[in-house]
């Protein structure tokens, strides 16, 4: 039997610790893993694109995830798509997740495990740009990793921006460069095609996470601001080639470290207070399996979700 788990039966069986607990050592962990994880990316004919990750392999898990997402930026959701959870055994299919939901909180969580550790100490307030789902989800990890004090968010719907800052009390700015001016940390997470700030819009120390950089052509962060700061990203390669590395104008053709480094201590983080920093993922296959799996398993234990036998 496959077991069918909609955005409620996800919401009603994950918990933002045990997620970051999954992905803090799946980051330690995963290129361990027996095949390296794929991106697989195609435009449409239509106003969007077809992803698909595979395969979402981790040690010691006996079982694997197959994505497939549909991005189309105009619609709501944006984000529409199926994860697929197979055994390791036979390739039973065990589960048929909502891949909007697991992106969701996998982007957000492993944002907010970055954020944490690279955000300078003490900082009071967070900025958000992009008031969508995942930033939702970073806020969530962060009250458990570094909860700010203070929240400045600015979203090109005012609608969206006045409720996720009700939601969270924070407060509306008129713009990305407000935020910037306004907050400590900056969480970008939007489907800009051109850069947001630059290095003129930020002051030395600052953090910025940007999770729109997933997509070739996607850009948050202007060329001087990714030149001048510290640079992490979850995969060098693909940073490079589809990621933060991709962006036009930039000098620099590496990242500084990967977060799997600064986690494993093999590199430092942050160094100075003076220091910007900047987190900027691309989103890879183990992540959707690390969170897929804890869904799964307390799903099956609750008996939550349809259970369907697609052989019949």
């Not at 600064?262 to 160094?271: A, E, Y």
Request: negative net charge.
């Amino acid at each position: 039997m496959t077991r069918v788990l909609t955005r409620s039966d996800l919401e009603a069986v994950l918990e933002p610790a045990a997620g970051l607990a999954a992905l803090r050592e799946g980051f330690r962990t995963a290129d361990a893993a027996a095949t390296p994880g794929q991106r697989v990316r195609a435009d449409l004919p239509f106003p969007g694109t077809a992803t698909a990750l595979i395969p979402g392999l981790l040690p010691g898990i006996e079982a694997y995830t197959v994505k497939v997402n549909a991005k189309f930026p105009g619609a709501r959701p944006a984000l529409r798509g199926v994860i697929c959870l197979h055994g390791g055994a036979d390739g039973e299919l065990l589960a048929l997740l909502d891949s909007a939901t697991v992106t969701a909180w996998r982007t957000g969580l492993a944002a907010a495990l970055a954020t944490a550790l690279l955000a300078p100490a003490g900082h009071d307030v967070l900025g958000v740009i992009g008031a969508g789902a995942q930033a939702e989800l970073t806020l969530r990890g962060l009250e458990s990793e570094r909860p700010p004090r203070q929240l400045v968010v600015h979203d090109a719907d005012s609608e969206r921006a006045a409720a996720f800052a009700a939601r969270h009390g924070g407060r509306v700015l008129d713009s990305a460069a407000a935020v910037a001016g306004a907050a400590d940390a900056v969480l970008l997470a939007t489907w800009s095609r051109a850069p947001l700030l630059a290095l003129a819009d930020t002051r030395p120390g600052q953090h910025f996470t940007s999770l729109g950089t997933d997509e070739p052509g996607k850009r948050e962060l202007a060329p001087d601001l990714l030149d001048a700061a510290l640079l992490v990203v979850d995969d060098t390669g693909l940073a490079a080639t589809m990621g933060a590395l991709a962006a036009p104008g930039l000098t620099r053709t590496t990242a500084d470290a990967t977060l799997t480094d600064i986690l494993r201590g093999t590199r430092p983080g942050r160094t100075t207070l003076r220091q910007r920093t900047v987190y900027a993922p691309v989103g890879l296959p183990w992540q959707d399996l690390a969170l897929t799996w804890l869904a799964w398993r307390e799903a099956e234990r609750r008996g939550l979700g349809a259970t369907i036998d697609l052989l019949d």
